[in-house]
């Protein structure tokens, strides 16, 4: 397996797991900051690596009157903030080729959105900056296909490449975890990361995405069981109820350290730590 280093932070290859947590979306600064500080604490304070999450806009939405972010310029602002005022690593998503100049000079990973991991330009355009790439697998892809996606990154940067695994469409508005993809998935070479909240998530059940949130914990326990995992991607808030995206699936922030918990013993258990 090739390592990826995102700033101060190596994943695979015998690394601790990383956390890679954070709001959904950027709602405030305020929020954002307090978040991913409380985060950081928790994660580190169980011996796991830490990345902040988060994004500056969302073009995924179920409603045109969904909450999309504060936009490229103000919401990168706050997640350079972030990065230097916490002194973390930072990921956040882009959805254009023509983001992933700007985004790289703000923050030290870009993700590829599920629904986008076969765009070849965008995927080529967030590797040419020379950062590591995040590819999610999309909910309609079996897990031997992401090598071509990971391919396409490789060929056109040296900043790495993982991939995360966030649940597949089954039947209509539900998504289901296949542990097999796990295996499947680190046969790329690749550092494996899962994403636990998305993959409890009831895609465009009404107006907006709902979710199963009891299911999360229960998944990231089963996913760091499988031993072939370098990482969870979660995304808390204080306040789920209340965020203006992702309400329904999104982790309580004060259930980051039970979960964290339990983690740390399995991970241990599978030789992960």
Do not use: W
């Amino acid at each position: 397996m090739k390592p990826v280093k995102i700033r101060n932070v190596t994943i695979g290859s015998g690394h601790p797991p990383v956390i890679i947590a954070g709001p959904c979306v950027i709602e405030s600064e305020e929020l954002l900051l307090s978040t991913a500080a409380r985060a950081r604490d928790i994660v580190r304070a169980f011996g796991f690596s830490y990345v902040l999450k988060s994004s500056f806009e969302k073009a995924n939405r179920t409603s045109i009157d969904s909450y999309r972010g504060p936009g490229i310029t103000k919401g990168l602002k706050i997640l350079a903030e972030a990065r230097t005022e916490l002194k973390i690593p930072v990921l956040t998503d882009i959805h254009l080729p023509k983001q992933a100049k700007p985004a790289s000079q703000k923050v030290d990973c870009l993700q590829i959105p599920a629904f986008l991991c076969r765009q070849t330009e965008l995927i080529e355009s967030a590797a040419k900056t020379g950062l590591p790439v995040n590819i999610k697998k999309a909910q309609f892809m079996s897990p031997v296909g992401m090598k071509h996606a990971a391919e396409k990154a490789a060929s056109a940067g040296n900043g790495g490449v993982l991939i995360t695994e966030r649940g597949t469409s089954f039947g209509y508005g539900d998504l289901v975890v296949d542990m097999r993809a796990f295996i499947q998935l680190a046969e790329t070479g690749c550092p494996i990361i899962f994403d636990a909240t998305h993959s409890v998530q009831k895609p465009s059940s009404e107006s907006q995405t709902g979710g199963n949130p009891r299911f999360t914990t229960p998944l990231a326990c089963a996913a760091a069981a499988t031993g072939a995992i370098d990482g969870i991607f979660i995304e808390v808030h204080p306040n789920p109820a209340k965020a203006l995206s992702d309400a329904g699936s999104q982790l309580p922030l004060d259930e980051l350290e039970p979960l964290l918990e339990r983690l740390k013993r399995i991970f241990t258990a599978v030789g992960r730590f």
